[in-house]
């Protein structure tokens, strides 16, 4: 049998792999010790079993991702060893191995689910690359789970709000979803254009992906390439062929938002594209068919760039067949008493901070304010106001340059954890030495009330204690003038 070195072994299997463990069974020895050696370099796990009994063991005890099996075992065969299939909340990849396979055994190793079958003796190298091409694919399943957990976390797949825009706009979105004709969607920055255009995506039923590209943040040069592909050497550094966004699409939804910021030798290649269905791609002369539903986004007043000549009139006219304006947040501020607790709700789970709860005064000062940043304003807002345990309220204040004394932030357990000896002179942050525990509590609660004009259930809330714990003080305090 003959072996690669160390050295070499060690560029085969690196540090992608370290999170994944394997183990093999082998009744040779010196077959575990070698695969052992081998495999350690990459893997951050590897254990040896010398039978199927004892490889059981260490199966129900540890996970394993990738396990290495000879076929022909004293005792139970790899083939018999059913628990390793069937199993499948502990399910690894697992590659036969044997001396002695005929047609009917590997056909068999197959049916159980075998991801690889390789015959003794063999050459090191066969056994890293099958390795390779399991640990690979497995790695890009985690990869994919990562990725749409972190894309369910951050893009809400539902539009919130229940005022009368909101309602029309969603009845747009039903309306135009099952049409394969283009849509145009204007609004304001932040108002959520492109969770219109997902909606009309998942409305659509298309069963290809939604594939969304900014036009505005790529390079004009690279534009051209990323939507419609590219050949080998069609320009210095494509060193290969490259699918563009289009084709990835197929099937699906294109999503082009910031539209307006394509320049105009693109707009005439992208009007060719909607017009002939078919895209080349750079440096070729082969035109590709294509079935993609494109939805263009901008923040711009699209027909005031098309008379000022800063945007092609016949492509406004292609993209603009069904066209959605997507309101502002000051036109349907009835909806915050939906968005507000929706956000704060889904920032305190990210967070994992618990969910505050806002007063009335904050409600009705998010009602009054105009909200120039729209709905992605409203969540930096209330993000901030969590991480900073500051009611909104306190927020607009300060934007009003209203005078608010920003010790109020800190809770009553905070006062009792302060340290004695913590040298605070008057005039600066916080409360004299000479100050008992009780005058510090009775100043700092003054303190919240006050800034919440009076409101003692919103001061109580911000405290994180109930509105008769306040109560209570009160009285207690004016108990004690009255005896004094």
Same mark, same amino acid.
């Given at each position: 049998?003959?072996?690669?070195?160390?050295?070499?072994?060690?560029?085969?299997?690196?540090?992608?792999?370290?999170?994944?463990?394997?183990?093999?069974?082998?009744?040779?020895?010196?077959?575990?010790?070698?695969?052992?050696?081998?495999?350690?370099?990459?893997?951050?796990?590897?254990?040896?079993?010398?039978?199927?009994?004892?490889?059981?063991?260490?199966?129900?005890?540890?996970?394993?991702?990738?396990?290495?099996?000879?076929?022909?075992?004293?005792?139970?065969?790899?083939?018999?060893?059913?628990?390793?299939?069937?199993?499948?909340?502990?399910?690894?990849?697992?590659?036969?191995?044997?001396?002695?396979?005929?047609?009917?055994?590997?056909?068999?190793?197959?049916?159980?689910?075998?991801?690889?079958?390789?015959?003794?003796?063999?050459?090191?190298?066969?056994?890293?690359?099958?390795?390779?091409?399991?640990?690979?694919?497995?790695?890009?399943?985690?990869?994919?789970?990562?990725?749409?957990?972190?894309?369910?976390?951050?893009?809400?797949?539902?539009?919130?709000?229940?005022?009368?825009?909101?309602?029309?706009?969603?009845?747009?979105?039903?309306?135009?979803?099952?049409?394969?004709?283009?849509?145009?969607?204007?609004?304001?920055?932040?108002?959520?254009?492109?969770?219109?255009?997902?909606?009309?995506?998942?409305?659509?039923?298309?069963?290809?992906?939604?594939?969304?590209?900014?036009?505005?943040?790529?390079?004009?040069?690279?534009?051209?390439?990323?939507?419609?592909?590219?050949?080998?050497?069609?320009?210095?550094?494509?060193?290969?062929? =490259?699918?563009?966004?289009?084709?990835?699409?197929?099937?699906?939804?294109?999503?082009?938002?910031?539209?307006?910021?394509?320049?105009?030798?693109?707009?005439?290649?992208?009007?060719?594209?909607?017009?002939?269905?078919?895209?080349?791609?750079?440096?070729?002369?082969?035109?590709?068919?294509?079935?993609?539903?494109?939805?263009?986004?901008?923040?711009?007043?699209?027909?005031?760039?098309?008379?000022?000549?800063?945007?092609?009139?016949?492509?406004?006219?292609?993209?603009?067949?069904?066209?959605?304006?997507?309101?502002?947040? =000051?036109?349907?501020?009835?909806?915050?008493?939906?968005?507000?607790?929706?956000?704060?709700?889904?920032?305190?789970?990210?967070?994992?901070?618990?969910?505050?709860?806002?007063?009335?005064?904050?409600?009705?000062?998010?009602?009054?304010?105009?909200?120039?940043?729209?709905?992605?304003?409203?969540?930096?807002?209330?993000?901030?106001?969590?991480?900073?345990?500051?009611?909104?309220?306190?927020?607009?204040?300060?934007?009003?340059?209203?005078?608010?004394?920003?010790?109020?932030?800190?809770?009553?357990?905070?006062?009792?954890?302060?340290?004695?000896?913590?040298?605070?002179?008057?005039?600066?942050?916080?409360?004299?030495?000479?100050?008992?525990?009780?005058?510090?509590?009775?100043?700092?609660?003054?303190?919240?009330?006050?800034?919440?004009?009076?409101?003692?259930?919103?001061?109580? =809330?911000?405290?994180?204690?109930? =509105?008769?714990?306040?109560?209570?003080?009160?009285?207690?305090?004016?108990?004690?003038?009255?005896?004094?």
């Amino acid at each position: 049998m003959t072996f690669f070195q160390t050295s070499e072994i060690t560029n085969q299997l690196t540090s992608p792999y370290l999170a994944f463990s394997v183990l093999v069974v082998d009744d040779e020895v010196g077959m575990q010790a070698i695969l052992k050696k081998a495999l350690s370099k990459g893997f951050g796990q590897v254990d040896t079993a010398g039978s199927v009994e004892e490889a059981e063991q260490l199966r129900i005890n540890h996970h394993y991702d990738l396990i290495i099996l000879d076929i022909n075992l004293p005792g139970r065969s790899g083939i018999e060893w059913e628990e390793a299939f069937n199993d499948l909340d502990r399910k690894a990849d697992v590659i036969f191995m044997t001396g002695y396979a005929d047609l009917e055994v590997a056909i068999s190793a197959l049916k159980l689910g075998a991801s690889d079958f390789i015959l003794k003796p063999f050459n090191l190298d066969q056994m890293l690359q099958a390795v390779k091409r399991c640990m690979d694919k497995r790695l890009a399943e985690r990869i994919n789970v990562a990725l749409s957990h972190d894309i369910s976390r951050r893009v809400s797949k539902e539009i919130i709000g229940l005022s009368e825009k909101t309602k029309n706009l969603k009845q747009l979105i039903g309306q135009f979803a099952p049409s394969r004709a283009s849509v145009l969607i204007e609004g304001e920055s932040g108002t959520g254009k492109e969770l219109v255009a997902r909606g009309i995506h998942t409305a659509s039923k298309r069963q290809g992906p939604f594939v969304a590209v900014n036009c505005g943040a790529l390079a004009p040069e690279l534009l051209e390439s990323e939507l419609f592909g590219h050949a080998a050497g069609a320009f210095t550094g494509a060193k290969k062929n =490259r699918e563009g966004l289009f084709r990835v699409a197929s099937g699906g939804t294109l999503f082009l938002d910031e539209i307006g910021e394509m320049p105009l030798a693109m707009q005439a290649s992208l009007l060719r594209v909607l017009e002939q269905r078919t895209v080349r791609p750079v440096g070729t002369e082969k035109e590709i068919s294509i079935d993609v539903r494109v939805v263009a986004a901008t923040n711009r007043n699209l027909q005031e760039e098309v008379d000022q000549g800063k945007f092609r009139q016949d492509l406004y006219y292609r993209l603009n067949v069904l066209k959605i304006e997507v309101p502002a947040l =000051r036109e349907r501020l009835a909806d915050l008493s939906d968005l507000v607790p929706f956000f704060t709700r889904a920032l305190a789970k990210e967070l994992g901070v618990p969910e505050p709860k806002w007063a009335h005064e904050d409600m009705h000062s998010m009602q009054d304010y105009d909200w120039p940043g729209n709905v992605r304003e409203l969540k930096n807002l209330l993000e901030r106001c969590i991480l900073l345990n500051k009611p909104p309220a306190h927020y607009f204040n300060e934007l009003k340059g209203a005078p608010v004394n920003t010790s109020i932030t800190m809770s009553v357990n905070d006062l009792t954890t302060m340290p004695a000896n913590s040298a605070i002179q008057d005039g600066q942050f916080g409360y004299p030495n000479s100050w008992s525990l009780k005058d510090v509590e009775k100043s700092h609660i003054q303190q919240v009330v006050e800034a919440h004009s009076g409101n003692k259930s919103a001061a109580s =809330r911000d405290l994180g204690v109930a =509105r008769k714990t306040l109560e209570r003080k009160y009285k207690e305090w004016d108990e004690g003038c009255a005896d004094e």
